[in-house]
């Protein structure tokens, strides 16, 4: 089906968008002016993300201007001022200086949303250490793998996710240092301090160190298809997309009230759940609780939402209820929706325009990019179902791997993969311990994304699908090795295969198939047990919603399982190339 462009008059928009004239701010960008006009002061703190996002409104004229508005679950709210996120995330930063934490050690964030989280992320890159947060809902296993992968020397987290999921990993992770327990007010023993009392104790003042623009700020674990999670590594210089992101694509203005709905716990929320609304000196809202269609309608109103930036499966939640929300809330003042994370379907493009009179504006990144890279712009035609095109400064191709290089797909509307002209501030710089995997990404010019892609004449690019096997579940990245690898630690498996089984409301759910060892009966009491297992250990947004239970996986003649091939039998279709299809069971198939 043909979805027909949305137009736009950037002369009707108020205020008029940052970026108007596409072509013209594209031929006119550079990186460098960006950076001049962020880093003027010689000798300062330069590109610190904190001192940006931070500091240099405190000690200006955005002191008192809310930054912060955290919205608790049973109705209490709490702001913070620009000054205040000074004082916390100053007393956070010479916490870490008082526990020996310094420049390069990673400190970890295993919380909710709440207020503790942002002072830590900022205290934590003012003393140059690397802030690595962990989605809340992670079972112990994920935890680990990620804490241990990361060097963890420093948790911050509350007592109930400590004595639920970390105090019996204490001895798996010796180089962990010390726990900081934000919701104590009491120390619990050596090693294990109230973060609030310790805050207390330390000063709100603090002194950046100078901060050189490659200091690594942020590790942010994702998924691959082999192997366990990687971890991403992000300099201080990746600030420089968050800010022209937010200004070109966001489109923050003075005023601007924004709510990002991403999690911190996963890239997206760091970005621009912290980021990028304050650097560029906006009131950001955080809501403690998880989704909940009236709660959320209730936000957009009462807080006077402007700027609004969530996620496919949270628009499709909302579509599928019978409410018309602009008969019940006032949204007047919501001026933009941004949606990110999995493709985000035509219909609820159209759905923004016709039922809360905004239509939603998808764009594409992921972990590795740091930040937004192709956009639908508030002034720019929309054409519903494609990401949109690239931003300023950004190179991006449709190529094909050739061995080491990467060949340009010159053709509209041909498949590739989605290429990157490396060079873009918020570029990964590298996978944690694993520089292999790293370079591996990259292919003569290009930082090949593992996006399938193809292009329209006028430059916009539509999302075909991954080019891997890695699972997309409600905008969550997951690899299905890590879900395999756990279930193979189960007493009654003999293989597993895990694939993303497409569904309407997740874009993918995860499913695995299981061979069970002989003697072992596969019925629907073992199926519970494997869901429950996987559920305590991994958490509910990587565990399996469906267990499937097989005699022989196929596996190919390396012994490896097809999850190809499980996928296309699940899914009805042809199944491509077998000829690397060893025997499966007794049927050669
Ligand atoms: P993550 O690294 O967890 O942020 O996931 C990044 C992946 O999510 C991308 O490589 C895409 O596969 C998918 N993704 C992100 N944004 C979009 C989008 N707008 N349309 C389609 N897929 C997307």
């Known amino acids: 089906m043909h ?43 330069g590109l610190n993300i904190a001192h940006l996002a931070v500091d240099r409104h405190a000690d200006g004229p955005l002191s008192a201007h809310l930054a912060l508005r955290w919205l608790g679950g049973d109705g ?91 105090a019996a990993l204490r001895k798996r992770l010796p180089k962990l240092a010390h726990v900081l327990l934000a919701d104590v007010a009491e120390d619990l023993q050596e090693g294990v301090w109230s973060l609030p009392g310790q805050m207390a104790a330390v000063s709100s003042s603090f002194t950046l160190p100078p901060t050189d623009p490659e200091d690594i700020a942020l590790l942010h674990f994702t998924s691959g298809t082999t192997g366990m999670p990687k971890g991403a590594l992000h300099a201080h210089k990746a600030v420089l997309t968050h800010y022209i992101t937010g200004r070109y694509v966001l489109d923050f203005h003075g005023d601007d009230i924004f709510w990002c709905t991403a999690d911190p716990g996963w890239v997206t929320g760091i970005s621009y759940g912290i980021i990028a609304p304050l650097v560029c000196g906006v009131t950001n809202i955080i809501d403690a609780e998880e989704f909940d269609a009236e709660r959320w309608y209730n936000i957009l109103e009462s807080e006077k939402v402007t700027i609004w930036y969530t996620s496919p499966t949270a628009v499709r939640r909302l579509m599928c209820l019978d409410i018309k929300p602009l008969e019940i809330f006032d949204l007047h003042h919501l001026r933009a929706i941004h949606s990110v994370g999995e493709p985000l379907n035509p219909e609820a493009v159209l759905w923004g325009q016709n039922v809360l009179g905004l239509p939603i504006h998808d764009n594409w990144w992921q972990t590795e990019t740091g930040g937004i890279m192709i956009a639908n712009y508030l002034a720019l035609e929309i054409r519903p179902g494609s990401m949109g ?33 490396p060079g873009w501030p918020s570029m990964f710089r590298g ?26 004449a006028d430059g916009y690019f539509w999302f075909v699908g991954r080019a891997d096997d890695i699972i997309k579940t409600a905008g969550h990245l997951v690899s299905p090795f890590e879900v395999e690898s756990l279930l193979m630690t189960h007493p009654a498996v003999a293989e597993a295969g895990v694939i993303g089984k497409p569904n309407a409301m997740l874009g993918e759910l995860v499913k695995a198939f299981v061979a069970v060892k002989p003697d072992i009966t596969a019925d629907d009491q073992l199926r519970l047990e494997l869901i429950g297992f996987t559920r305590r250990l991994l958490g509910p947004a990587i565990a399996p919603r469906e267990i499937e239970f097989k005699a022989h996986l196929p596996k190919n003649k390396a012994g490896k399982i097809m999850r190809r091939l499980l996928k ?22």
Not at 441 to 454: E, M
Not at 572 to 587: A, R
Request: glycine letters at 8%; proline letters at 5%.
């Open 389 to 421: 095109r690239p931003l300023p400064g950004i190179e991006a191709a449709v190529v094909r791997r050739v061995d080491d290089s990467a060949e340009i797909i010159e053709d509209v509307e041909v498949q590739g993969e989605l290429g990157l002209r």
């Open 3 to 45: 979805w027909p462009p949305i137009k736009k008059i950037p002369e009707a928009l108020t205020p008029q968008p940052h970026l108007v004239d596409y072509d013209q701010t594209c031929a006119n960008f550079s990186w460098e002016d960006v950076l001049r006009e962020l880093d003027g002061s010689e000798g300062s703190a």
């Open 76 to 166: 209490t709210t709490i702001d913070f001022s620009y000054r205040d996120l000074q004082e916390e995330s100053n007393r956070f930063a010479n916490l870490l200086d008082q526990l020996g934490v310094g420049k390069g050690d990673t400190v970890f964030c295993f919380t909710d949303r709440i207020p503790a989280l942002y002072f830590a992320a900022l205290g934590a890159w003012k003393n140059l250490s690397v802030f690595c947060p962990l989605f809340s809902a992670f079972g112990p296993e994920a935890v680990y793998q990620r804490m241990q992968r990361g060097d963890a020397k420093v948790l911050v987290t509350t007592s109930r996710l400590y004595q639920q999921k970390i």
């Open 568 to 589: 296309a039998r699940e899914m009805g279709l042809p199944l491509g190339d077998i000829s690397t299809l060893e025997l499966e069971g007794n049927n050669k198939k």
């Open 431 to 456: 996978y944690l311990h694993e520089e292999d995997r790293y370079t591996k990404c990259f292919a003569g010019d290009y930082y090949l994304t593992g996006d399938l892609v193809r292009r329209d």
